[in-house]
């Protein structure tokens, strides 16, 4: 799910949970709190920000490293793997997007120690100039959305949520309990509650994406705390995934301590419960 929100000129976007920042950078608000528990993501956004990131800079980097991808002896492994021992040692934000970009199924999994533990996609001629184009154009894209007063973080997500304030709106999408996990995706019950709790008692606006059920089981934190507030479900289908059989439809929820009347709620049967001052928002799935 997209959510696509007018920006508010008082407050300021939230997000505790940055991941690739799809969200915020489609959120037009002119501050912003961002904050991720793996610093290579926050690094990176740094670095667009500060500038020492640029289109420029990315498109010269990935044609030399897709140079030498193409032509490296393994069909490409011997550079991947050359850039992957090198990102480890380094912890390159150039580096990481390439790892990022090579990785096998567009899968990111990191080690105790932020090493990059997965493999190859085995595509030695993935930095095509089609494809490098596209990835500047997105580099650019982000650069023009980073606001002044943005401020990326790597801490605590409820370090993140105590310093809102009743004019923001804070998004939240953790890792989805009983689902993936990584060593700074790991996510327990007890941190689920923590949420919950922070949640509860926050004076702002939250939206929180987590997953409701899918072929085989439900998400049993939707009924134990998130079933008191308002919630939408849509189906959404996953493309990435370490086996075919893993990529199928799975049923998002969507919570919010906000009424939705403009919303169409569900296709799964949730029902809106508590109603307070109305936020102008769409859904676009």
Request: with cysteine; net charge positive.
């Amino acid at each position: 799910m997209d959510v696509v929100k007018k920006a508010n000129a008082k407050g300021r976007w939230i997000e505790p949970f940055l991941g690739t920042g799809v969200v915020a950078f489609n959120s037009g608000y002119e501050r912003a709190l961002l904050n991720d528990s793996n610093p290579h993501l926050i690094n990176f956004y740094k670095g667009i920000q500060l500038g020492t990131i640029t289109p420029a800079i990315v498109k010269r980097y990935l044609e030399q490293e897709g140079e030498k991808l193409l032509h490296a002896e393994e069909n490409g492994y011997v550079h991947f793997r050359a850039v992957r021992n090198r990102f480890n040692e380094t912890f390159s934000p150039l580096d990481f997007l390439f790892l990022s970009r090579t990785g096998f199924n567009g899968m990111m999994r990191f080690g105790k120690k932020g090493n990059w533990n997965i493999p190859f996609c085995k595509k030695p001629n993935r930095f095509a100039q089609a494809y490098i184009t596209k990835i500047v154009n997105q580099v650019a894209g982000v650069q023009s959305a980073i606001g002044k007063e943005w401020t990326f973080t790597n801490g605590n997500f409820a370090e993140t949520i105590m310093q809102t304030r009743a004019d923001d709106i804070i998004y939240c999408d953790p890792p989805y309990f009983g689902r993936y996990v990584d060593y700074y995706n790991g996510w327990t019950e007890e941190e689920e509650e923590t949420l919950f709790t922070l949640l509860s008692q926050t004076k702002a606006k939250f939206i929180l994406s987590t997953w409701h059920h899918n072929d085989w089981r439900v998400n049993d934190m939707v009924a134990k705390y998130w079933s008191r507030f308002n919630v939408v479900t849509r189906d959404h289908f996953y493309h990435s995934g370490g086996k075919i059989e893993n990529r199928r439809t799975i049923v998002e929820a969507l919570v919010c301590n906000f009424a939705l009347e403009s919303i169409e709620l569900h296709n799964h049967g949730q029902i809106a419960h508590r109603k307070t001052e109305q936020i102008d928002m769409q859904l676009v799935v």
